[in-house]
């Protein structure tokens, strides 16, 4: 049987080597064939999307956008919104210092989570329906002003741009101030014990105000803090997009890398957006504290204590504009005081960027994937 066993393998080898090389590369024509179907499928798959993306936004300049808008609106609008109403509470209550301590974020979340116990869940979100008619009015009118007073570029000088961008700054805030003034009243509010306030005791009747004439500070007053906050913004977005491209590059939006798809040049825009709005809200936190004291101003609320979340107090602080109410805090709460809520503003970001590490890794899993399907 062992001879027996021993022929018939001979016998089969000799079949092979007679019949050719052809009879053995079957199944490695087969590998190769598997393979390169992959590469194909994976590259006509990335081709298909990058042309589903032109044909439904345009360009990729205009789908970085659509994320942007998108993660604005689900992230910042929805999903952390909480931590920016803590903020504005924090805020506008003057009755407490503030000492540097590695601790604030875990007390603001215990603030937080008394609110919630002696309010509902739904005070965590307390103003949002006001908020989300500013963000819409916001660039609807920005929008409509840039189309009616547009310009070509070609015979203007740069002195006539500046004042064309001051000028429909300053319409701009004008027209949103009510939403902003109401905006805040309706954040700070208690929602068990409050004072109920209409639109028009709240916002409408304010420009009809007067210098001296009422505790509300009058829009003419505040036209000019509004404006100096959103030029501010604006000028450190600049800035700081002008860093990243020198600096960092590769972080940077404005110039992605020449074989990166849509997708990631969308998330280098989402990450440009997120740094550039870090930075700015961070140097501008004293004057958005400024700005939040005057607008609630003279109004009857009732807000929560922060430091505890259980009770409410009564804010009454009169200040006559904004180097006032300047001098009027770093008197009585110190030079932390414009920085009041700031623990908030890191949870918040925080919680965003961590989403944004979970986006990019993803991402970065799907592009490994395609190079090593393109590899093979």
């Known amino acids: 049987r062992g001879d027996r066993g021993m022929s018939n393998k001979l016998f089969r080898e000799r079949e092979a080597v007679i019949a050719g090389p052809s009879s053995l590369k079957p199944p490695q024509l087969g590998a190769q064939t598997k393979t390169s179907e992959a590469t194909l499928e994976s590259q006509l798959g990335i081709q298909n999307f990058n042309e589903r993306i032109e044909r439904w936004f345009g360009s990729t300049q205009q789908f970085s956008d659509r994320v942007i808008r998108g993660w604005k609106l689900c992230i910042v609008d929805c999903l952390t919104f909480p931590y920016t109403?803590?903020?504005?509470?924090?805020?506008?209550?003057?009755?407490?210092?503030?000492?540097p301590s590695p601790l604030a974020p875990l007390r603001s979340i215990i603030a937080l989570h008394h609110i919630a116990h002696a309010q509902g869940i739904h005070a965590w979100w307390r103003g949002w329906n006001r908020h989300m008619v500013l963000q819409i009015v916001h660039p609807l009118v920005d929008t409509l002003l840039d189309r009616m007073w547009g310009s070509d570029g070609k015979d203007s000088t740069h002195l006539w741009s500046i004042a064309r961008y001051l000028t429909l700054r300053s319409v701009l805030c004008a027209i949103t101030m009510p939403l902003v003034s109401y905006t805040y009243l309706e954040m700070v509010q208690n929602t068990s014990h409050r004072v109920h306030t209409s639109f028009m005791e709240a916002a409408l009747q304010r420009p009809l105000l007067l210098a001296g004439t009422s505790q509300q500070l009058p829009f003419s007053l505040l036209l000019g803090p509004t404006v100096l906050h959103s030029v501010a913004c604006d000028a450190i977005g600049h800035l700081v997009r002008r860093g990243l491209s020198k600096f960092a590059p590769g972080l940077s939006s404005s110039a992605p890398p020449s074989n990166s798809g849509p997708l990631r040049t969308a998330m280098l825009a989402l990450s440009t957006s997120l740094c550039t709005s870090f930075v700015a809200n961070t140097f501008l936190y004293p004057l958005q504290t400024v700005l939040v004291r005057l607008y609630c101003q003279g109004m009857p609320m009732l807000v929560d204590n922060v430091q505890s979340g259980t009770e409410v107090t009564y804010v009454k602080e009169i200040s006559r504009g904004l180097v006032d109410c300047i001098r009027v805090i770093w008197e009585g709460e110190g030079p932390l005081g414009f920085y009041k809520g700031y623990s908030s503003l890191l949870l918040q970001y925080a919680v965003q960027g961590l989403l944004l590490a979970l986006l990019w890794r993803l991402v970065?899993?799907?592009?490994?994937?395609s190079r090593g399907n393109q590899g093979e």
């Open 364 to 369: 970065r899993m799907q592009e490994r994937r």
């Open 85 to 99: 109403v803590f903020c504005r509470q924090c805020q506008v209550y003057p009755h407490y210092r503030v000492s």
